[in-house]
C-alpha cells in the first residue's frame, strides 16, 4: 500500500499560476493514474482532472494535470487564479484500494 | 443529467445501525458501479465501499469492512449502504459516486452526490 501526500495549504494572487503536488510514497507513480478533484466550502466534491492530465467536459483549461517521474509526484496547475477556484483539492490514486491525498486548501488571496 | 441523490443520515446512537440510500437518475444505471465516500467534520476524503453493475462483486476500505454492507435495486436506480455497530468515528458526510465503469479496478469517481450526515452521538 502507498499514501499520497499533499502539501496542507497553498495560495497566491488573482491571476497568478499556482501548483499542487501530490507525491506517492512507495511504487511508481506511473503505474495507476492520479485523478483530481476540487471541493468549494459547503459543496461536495467534483471531478477536475482524470487518467493524469484528462479534463471532463466543462472544467476549464486553466486547470492541468500532470505527473513527475523525478520526483514520483503528480501535479495540478491551477493558472489565471480566480476567487472562485478558493477551494480544497484533493488526489486520488489506485493501490487494489481507492486512496485519496489529505487534501490541499487553496486560498487566493 | 447525471443526478445522485443520498438519504438516510441523522443521529445514530453508539453501537446502533442506519442504511443510507443514493437514488440516481439521469444514466443507464444498472451500467455502472457505484462507490460511498465518507468524509469526517474537517477532514479529508475516505473511500467506503463500491458495488458492481450487477450487485455481484462488493469491496470495502479496512476500516468498515464486517460492519458495512452495500447492496444494489437496479430496478429501483437505488444503493443502500448499511452501517452496523456504529461509533463516534462513522460520524461524516457520507457521499454516493459513481464509477466510470462497471467494475472494479483503477479508475475515478466522475459523478458525485450531495452527501448525507451521519452522527454518531449518545
Known amino acids: 500500500n502507498f499514501m499520497l501526500t499533499q502539501p496542507h495549504s497553498v495560495s497566491d494572487s488573482p491571476g497568478k499560476t499556482v501548483t499542487i503536488s501530490c507525491t506517492r510514497s512507495?511504487?511508481?507513480?506511473?503505474?495507476?493514474?492520479v485523478h483530481w478533484y476540487q471541493q468549494r466550502p459547503g459543496s461536495s466534491p467534483t471531478t477536475l482532472i482524470f487518467?493524469?492530465?484528462?479534463?471532463p467536459s466543462g472544467v476549464p483549461d486553466r486547470f492541468s494535470g500532470s505527473i513527475d517521474y523525478s520526483s514520483n509526484s503528480a501535479s495540478l496547475t491551477i493558472s489565471g487564479l480566480k476567487a472562485e477556484d478558493e477551494a480544497d483539492y484533493y488526489c486520488?490514486?489506485?493501490?487494489?484500494?481507492?486512496?485519496f491525498g489529505g487534501g490541499t486548501k487553496l486560498t487566493v488571496l | 443529467q447525471v443526478q445522485l441523490v443520498e438519504s438516510g443520515g441523522g443521529v445514530v446512537r453508539p453501537g446502533g445501525s442506519l442504511r443510507l440510500s443514493c437514488s440516481a437518475s439521469?444514466?443507464?444505471?444498472?451500467?455502472?458501479?457505484i462507490h460511498w465516500v465518507r468524509q469526517a467534520p474537517g477532514k479529508g476524503l475516505q473511500w467506503v465501499a463500491f458495488?458492481?453493475?450487477?450487485?455481484?462483486?462488493?469491496y470495502f476500505a479496512d476500516s468498515v469492512r464486517g460492519r458495512v454492507t452495500i447492496s444494489r435495486d437496479n430496478s429501483k436506480s437505488t444503493v443502500y449502504l448499511q452501517l452496523n455497530s456504529v461509533t463516534a468515528e462513522d460520524t461524516a458526510m457520507y457521499y454516493c459516486?459513481?464509477?466510470?465503469?462497471?467494475?472494479?479496478?483503477?479508475?475515478?469517481?466522475?459523478?458525485w452526490g450531495q452527501g448525507t450526515l451521519v452522527t454518531v452521538s449518545s
Open positions: 459516486a459513481r464509477d466510470p465503469s462497471p467494475n472494479w479496478g483503477d479508475y475515478y469517481f466522475d459523478y
Open positions: 439521469g444514466f443507464i444505471f444498472s451500467d455502472y458501479g
Open positions: 458495488i458492481r453493475f450487477d450487485g455481484h462483486n462488493r
Open positions: 512507495s511504487g511508481s507513480i506511473a503505474s495507476n493514474s
Open positions: 487518467e493524469n492530465n484528462r479534463r
Open positions: 486520488q490514486s489506485y493501490d487494489g484500494s481507492r486512496v
